[in-house]
C-alpha cells in the first residue's frame, strides 16, 4: 500500500523558516520523481515544485524559486521540502505527491497534507 506523510509544518512568523519531510512507503521510491502541491485557504491546487529521481534536477514554481528548496534521500525514502523568507502567502496546506509510473505530473497518491501559516 503507497503511502505518503507529511510533517514539519506548523505556524512561523514572516520571514522564518521551515522544513517539510515526506516519509514514503509501499513503492520503490527511486523510481518516481516526485512533487510538492500547496492549497491557501479558499483557492484550488497550487503545484510548487518537482524534484526527478536521483535528485539531480528540480523544478520550482517561478514565484517560490530562490526561496524553496526540495530535496530527496533515497536511502530514507523520504522527500524534503526547504521554505526560506516565508510570506503571509505560504499559507497552506502542503502535500507531497506521487505520479503514476513513467509521468512526471499526473499524480496518483497524496499524502494526508501538512498545515503551514505564516503570520505574525
Known amino acids: 500500500e503507497v503511502q505518503l506523510v507529511e510533517s514539519g509544518g506548523g505556524l512561523v512568523q514572516p520571514g522564518g523558516s521551515l522544513r517539510l519531510s515526506c516519509a514514503a512507503s509501499?513503492?520503490?521510491?527511486?523510481?518516481?520523481?516526485m512533487s510538492w502541491v500547496r492549497q491557501a485557504p479558499g483557492k484550488g491546487l497550487e503545484w510548487v515544485s518537482t524534484?526527478?529521481?536521483?535528485?539531480?534536477?528540480?523544478y520550482y514554481a517561478e514565484s517560490l524559486k530562490g526561496r524553496f528548496t526540495i530535496s530527496r534521500d533515497n536511502a530514507k525514502n523520504t522527500l524534503y521540502l526547504q521554505m526560506n523568507s516565508l510570506k503571509s502567502e505560504d499559507t497552506a496546506v502542503y502535500y507531497c505527491?506521487?505520479?503514476?509510473?513513467?509521468?512526471?505530473?499526473?499524480?496518483?497518491?497524496w499524502g494526508q497534507g501538512t498545515q503551514v501559516t505564516v503570520s505574525s
Open positions: 505527491a506521487k505520479p503514476r509510473y513513467g509521468t512526471r505530473y499526473e499524480y496518483d497518491y
Open positions: 509501499g513503492f520503490t521510491f527511486d523510481d518516481y520523481a
Open positions: 524534484i526527478s529521481m536521483t535528485g539531480g534536477s528540480t
